[in-house]
């Protein structure tokens, strides 16, 4: 079932929750809305299900207007954070739930409704949990069985609010994995709300970043990431580095440090951003003759290395500029910037905290005010 959502705009009191959001969901796809607290995915998700009505605007399912559609009638599964399972039920009960209340009519016999459980606990791989309860289950199991009962209703539409977010690491990874194969057998058009970046782009088909209810970029984890369409996504999608200055004719000064922008050679002067990711780094020594400008001046940025921490194969550098300039509010204050080189080459170097070093951006996104 293909999703519409038409200039969907929702207030709470004075808050703007969503403002003339719009979306098209393809069947059968899996799609991430991801962003901050209060950026307003949960409300959109919430008004797909009918569990919150629009100011304005619409939602279609494959064509079909169901903005007044009532939330029972729109087959829609929906999965919660915290497991919402009835703790005086058994795991099989508790999928089984769905198809019990159905009406009458189309109330599934008790044999069928025994068969359809126990298929979807082998889907889920706890069928040897039927009888247990859910005080019995880890919370991964937990979160597996509401997953089983939000499917046994045979749901044209599974909205997943942050499935994994009262889980530990090392479960939340497995069970994102498991999830991405899950969704390749059966193929019904989801859409998952998260905060967690590495779990969109890890999971989803498309990812919806959102800021502040509004749609600020749409696209395949791998185009989002390579090309950030505004400075909220660059610096949402993983950690990066970001400084302040000034472009003029395709050159940009930023706290001491000039950069090529070729896309902005008709700006004259005016503010300009530029965002640099950890592992975009070239990291030297300054006193091994580190690469030079015409000026004479070394090319990169130079830094003392203050702090290193090393893990697994790549090692983290927190540095501080020699020359400190004015912090973003503008008030004066030390900055830190984060850069990452494996973990063989910071061995090879020999690199020692304080030392001084010079580190210079291969890839750098910048943006200019007003022309963002």
Known sequence: ??????????????????????????????????????????????????????????????????????????QVGFVFQHYALFRHMTVFENVAFGLRVKPRGLRPSDGEIKKKVLDLLKLVQLDWLADRYPAQLSGGQRQRIALARALAVEPKVLLLDE?????????????????????????????????????????????VLMNAGKIEQIGSPQQVWDHPASPFVYGFLGDVNLFHGRAHEGQVLLDGLRLDAPEHRGTQDAKAYAY??????????????????????????????????????????????????????????????????????????????????????????VFVENAV
């Open 276 to 365: 640099v990711r950890p592992h975009d780094f070239d990291v030297q020594r300054w006193s091994t003759g580190a690469e030079r400008g015409a000026d004479g001046q070394p090319s990169g940025l130079v830094a003392q290395l203050t702090r290193a921490v090393v893990i697994g194969p790549i090692a983290r550098l927190e540095l501080t500029p020699v020359t400190h300039g004015l912090a973003p509010d503008g008030t004066s204050g030390e900055r830190v910037i984060e850069a990452q080189i494996p973990a063989q080459q910071y061995q090879e170097l020999g690199l020692r905290e304080g030392e001084t070093l010079v580190v210079t951006p291969r890839r750098a996104r």
């Open 1 to 74: 079932m293909s999703i519409e959502i038409r200039n969907v705009s929702k207030h709470f009191g004075d808050f703007k929750a969503l403002g003339g959001v719009s979306l098209t969901i393809a069947s059968g796809e899996l799609v991430a809305l991801l962003g901050p607290s209060g950026c307003g995915k949960t409300t959109l998700l919430r008004i797909i299900a009918g569990l919150e009505t629009a100011d304005a605007g619409s939602i279609l399912f494959s064509g079909e207007d169901t903005t007044d559609v009532h939330v029972r009638d729109r």
């Open 163 to 207: 499935p994994f977010g009262a889980l530990d690491a090392k479960v939340r990874k497995e069970l994102r994995r498991w999830l991405r194969r899950l969704h390749d057998d059966l193929h019904v058009t989801s859409i998952f709300v998260t905060h967690d970046q590495e779990e969109a782009l890890e999971v989803a088909d498309r990812v």
